[in-house]
């Protein structure tokens, strides 16, 4: 049985550590809400960008871009693993590293070559301890504040990277952002850049028919040319937007599970306090009467 | 001329401009163009410029824009812009600083920096300048 001092200096501790935790909730709380305003209004310009673009690629063919054409011949594969700068998000960082492990072992397997781009130190210190190759890190950027040129300035290397025939694929690795309480890790190639969807456009075409019959300047391909590098830079943003705010969220389930935790360790722990500080009355007083008795006596 | 056209600056973090005009000049990248209500579908990238409305009570309005892609429709104009800025929000200082910083860049001449995007940062800021200064 712990001694009283020690179970008071137990409750006192835990107390602070509940304090802390509730704390960083509240911070993560607002830092949520931020990053989803920015996600909000990034959702105008990535809808209305998808919508053009979907428009333009039913018209254009292949030839319209090299980012459209996959390698006959896959060699190199270059990640981009967004991860967060800080611990204290439950299984946030390792859903992700893990998606990464796997999509990585995999492809070692198949003989082709993994190189990574981390954003966030979490995801770096991992691919240093895991000895893959980092062609570059960026830090200081996911759950914080970032503009669009993060992602242009990154999404462009990338793009030159592909065509330098650097690497003969890009992947991204990002947390997808569902809810509150659900954030997913999810993999998507960026280049060479998938063929775009029109199934969403199916439904919205018959409102607006005359999409189909835009007058393009300069000309279709050259103007597809154009968007297709700047449709990598969007998904890249989005990306790391999501995660942003897939870190928020998973910290604040976190902080918030933590003080629950510390609540319940404070019941219990008072609970032996109590029984302890119970039992010493208790001794005190067997030792009066008995010493009341022994001086009757 | 009958109506006014629907106008929308968006940039990846915010939406600019949704305003009514009565007619938008933007810069094309085969030159500049005038949109008006009823025009026919049209889609083009866009030069770093500025874009030119007027609202429907007759105000003339500024947007320094860098790098984008305009989509006309017969009662919408919308801009995808990387970065826009109306006219009242540029910041003279800043800018001139980005100026600056950008000429010093240029100047310095050391071999780890980008001078693409050293240009392309000063072609900006000197573009916004010249932008703020037309009066105000």
């Given at each position: ?46 809808l209305k960008f998808a919508e053009v673009l979907g428009s333009l690629a039913e018209k254009a063919g292949e030839e319209a871009s090299p980012l459209l054409i996959p ?227 | ?136």
């Amino acid at each position: 049985m712990a001694t009283l001092k020690e179970v008071e200096t137990k409750i006192g501790a835990v107390k602070k550590t509940k304090q802390i935790t509730k704390a960083m909730n509240m911070v993560a709380t607002s830092k949520l809400r931020g990053a989803q305003q920015k996600m909000d209004a990034f959702r105008p310009y990535a809808l209305k960008f998808a919508e053009v673009l979907g428009s333009l690629a039913e018209k254009a063919g292949e030839e319209a871009s090299p980012l459209l054409i996959p390698r006959e011949e896959v060699k190199k594969i270059h990640v981009i693993l967004c991860t967060s700068d800080r611990g204290l998000c439950a299984g946030f960082n390792t859903h992700l590293t893990s998606m990464a492990q796997k999509f990585a072992k995999e492809k070692s397997e198949q003989n082709i070559e993994v190189v990574f781009t981390a954003f966030g130190k979490k995801g770096r210190n991992w691919c240093r301890k895991n000895g893959f190759p980092i062609l570059g890190e960026h830090l200081g950027i996911v759950g914080a504040k970032f503009g669009f040129n993060i992602a242009s300035v990154s999404g462009q290397k990338a793009v030159d990277g592909f065509l330098d025939e650097e690497y003969d694929e890009v992947y991204i690795i990002y947390s997808e952002f569902i809810s509150m309480a659900r954030q997913t890790p999810e993999m998507q190639q960026l280049l060479p850049i998938l063929p775009i969807e029109s199934g969403e456009k199916k439904a919205e075409d018959e409102e607006t028919p005359y999409l189909a019959e835009h007058i393009c300047e300069p000309s279709t391909n050259e103007l597809l040319g154009d968007m297709l590098p700047r449709h990598v830079y969007v998904q890249l943003y989005g990306a790391l937007l999501e995660t942003s705010t897939s870190e928020h969220a998973a910290r604040m389930t976190a902080m918030d599970n933590a003080t629950k935790a510390c609540d319940d360790m404070v019941e219990s722990l008072s609970l032996a306090y109590n029984k302890a500080r119970q039992a010493g009355i208790t001794a005190a007083l067997m030792d009066i009467v008995g010493g009341a008795e022994a001086l009757k006596g | 001329m009958a109506g006014n056209i629907r106008l929308e600056v968006v940039t990846p973090e915010a939406s600019v401009v949704s305003e009514d005009a009565q007619i938008v000049v933007a810069p094309g990248i085969l030159g500049e163009f005038g949109v008006l209500i009823g025009h026919t579908p049209f889609l083009t990238t866009l030069k770093l410029g500025a874009i030119r409305y007027k609202t429907a009570d007759g105000v003339e309005k500024q947007v320094f824009i860098s790098s984008g892609f305009a989509e006309a429709l017969p009662d919408k104009v919308t801009v995808l812009a990387e970065s826009a800025e109306r006219r009242r929000d540029i910041d003279v200082e800043r800018v001139k600083q980005a100026i600056k910083r950008a000429q010093e860049r240029l100047a310095s001449k050391k071999p780890d920096i980008n001078y693409e995007r050293a240009r392309a940062a000063l072609a900006r800021a000197l573009h916004r300048l010249k932008l703020a200064e037309t009066r105000r």
